[in-house]
């Protein structure tokens, strides 16, 4: 039987990995390492997965954590990997839950005495105390880059290539968009998404085929971002 322990939101962010994971602390006010666990939709060594699979390494080396991860996770499954780690005993779970948002709040609220650390679309719920959320929020990043793309462009059309119409995509994408129009406001868009985030070869491909149809360029927004980027090193511009 799993032991009990009182988390509230003080007790979450200074003594379990979150800080030491995340914000590179040194040392974590724990007795003892906490035990963590990971849980990805892609391998570790995507890019945006391997920050926190790597921080996490370095936790275990400090001593302050030990550490199991499961990878290629499906949305599907997710919630029952979740489960199936919350009832060994592990302390706190971090992951990304993108394409599981509400089936993982849900989880994060049957085990209170587990931390969860989850990447999200989606602002913390302030009623679960266990869990805690975090996201790259670059969106005004984005609309700089729409604002550049949208003064390039002589023929009017810009493409996007996106993983999936998640939240975050969303958000990024309308970011550029509205940077662009700032530019032109009669831009037209072209926008495709390849169902999946982890595919450089198809992103590559859907981005050249919408630049060979003359829109100005293609713009990756995935999680894979960093490596269709290393594919694309010389990319083709329509102006």
């Given at each position: 039987?799993?032991?009990?322990?009182?988390?509230?939101?003080?007790?979450?962010?200074?003594?379990?990995?979150?800080?030491?994971?995340?914000?590179?602390?040194?040392?974590?006010?724990?007795?003892?390492?906490?035990?963590?666990?990971?849980?990805?939709?892609?391998?570790v060594e995507q890019q945006w997965v391997s920050r926190i699979?790597?921080?996490?390494?370095?936790?275990?080396?400090?001593?302050?954590?030990?550490?199991?991860?499961?990878e290629n996770v499906s949305n599907t499954d997710y919630p029952r990997v979740m489960r199936e780690y919350a009832e060994s005993g592990i302390q706190l779970i971090v992951g990304e839950v993108f394409g599981v948002e509400a089936e993982a709040r849900e989880v994060a609220a049957d085990?209170?005495?587990?931390?969860?650390?989850?990447?999200?679309?989606?602002?913390?719920?302030?009623?679960?105390?266990?869990?805690?959320?975090?996201?790259?929020?670059?969106?005004?990043?984005?609309?700089l880059f729409g604002i550049i793309a949208g003064s390039m462009s002589r023929n009017g059309n810009i493409g996007i290539v996106g993983?999936?119409?998640?939240p975050e995509v969303n958000r990024l994408m309308h970011a550029l968009l509205a940077g662009a129009r700032e530019m032109?406001?009669?831009?037209?868009?072209q926008v495709s998404f390849i169902g999946t985030i982890l595919d450089?070869?198809?992103?590559?491909?859907?981005?050249?085929?919408?630049i060979e149809n003359a829109v100005l360029a293609a713009v990756a927004r995935l999680r894979l971002w960093g490596h269709s980027r290393a594919r694309c090193r010389k990319p083709r511009w329509i102006w």
């Open positions: 039987m799993m032991k009990s322990t009182k988390f509230n939101r003080r007790h979450f962010m200074m003594t379990t990995a979150a800080t030491s994971l995340m914000l590179g602390a040194r040392q974590v006010s724990a007795a003892e390492p906490i035990k963590t666990a990971g849980i990805y939709t892609v391998p699979h790597k921080a996490a390494q370095a936790a275990v080396a400090a001593g302050t954590a030990t550490y199991t991860f499961t085990y209170p005495d587990v931390a969860f650390l989850l990447g999200s679309s989606f602002l913390e719920d302030t009623a679960q105390a266990n869990s805690s959320v975090f996201d790259s929020y670059i969106q005004d990043a984005a609309y993983g999936s119409p998640i032109n406001a009669d831009l037209a868009f450089p070869p198809r992103a590559k491909e859907t981005a050249f085929a919408m």
